[in-house]
């Protein structure tokens, strides 16, 4: 028995990708099946678990996307010319902008726990705050230590944690995560 596949199209990662991300954000991961994504895409799910191995190694492939996302956003951030404390700044609003405009997509990147994902997730959170890191240290007094950085990182991380659900977007709080960047530089230069 052949699987189901799209008319006229073969079956792709990108294709399941697709249809699995907004499966994910209009559902919690748990009332998300590969089931309900094989019918989306008019195929057999065995279709689907011949490029994934089950569904948390597809969640990961979802989030994998958000955390290019975000690193992508920030080396663009450091990249901008300016003084090492404007972009400072600028690296923490860009942290909390994507954290307030992808709500549901930070959740699943640093906030949520669920045994079948831990691992996975936890793994790309702390590659995606070595990046982070990786972008701040440079612009810090020579002194600092990656502990501090780590606290920096935690206090915008609360910030976001502090606003979702509660603020649409980062535009209703845009002045006071100003204010808290302005503070959060300070403690490090």
């Known amino acids: 028995m052949t699987p189901r ?4 199209q073969e079956l792709t990662r990108e294709m399941i990708i697709d ?8 559902k919690s991961f748990q009332e998300v099946s590969m089931r309900v994504i094989a019918t989306e895409l008019a195929c057999s799910h065995g ?4 490029h994934f191995k089950n569904k948390a190694s597809l969640f ?6 958000y955390f290019a996302e975000l690193d992508t956003l920030l080396a ?10 404007t972009k400072l700044i600028h690296i923490f609003l860009c942290l909390m902008r994507f954290g307030l405009n992808n709500q549901s997509q930070y959740e699943y990147m640093f906030v949520m726990r ?14 995606s705050y070595a990046k982070f890191a990786q972008a701040v240290h440079p612009l810090c007094r020579e002194s600092i230590m990656l502990s501090d950085i780590y606290s920096v990182f935690m206090a ?9 659900h ?19 530089m300070k403690a490090i230069r």
């Open 5 to 8: 596949k799209p008319a006229g």
């Open 19 to 26: 249809v699995a991300r907004k499966q994910f954000l209009e």
């Open 47 to 50: 279709a689907i678990y011949y």
């Open 60 to 65: 990961y492939a979802v989030v994998e996307e």
């Open 76 to 85: 663009n951030t450091l990249k901008e010319e300016g003084e090492p404390d």
């Open 114 to 127: 669920n045994e079948e994902v831990n691992s996975l997730s936890q793994e790309a959170a702390s590659k």
């Open 156 to 164: 915008l991380h609360g910030f976001i944690v502090h606003h979702l």
């Open 166 to 184: 509660h603020s649409k977007n980062f535009d209703e709080v845009k002045e006071i995560a100003f204010l808290h960047a302005q503070f959060l």
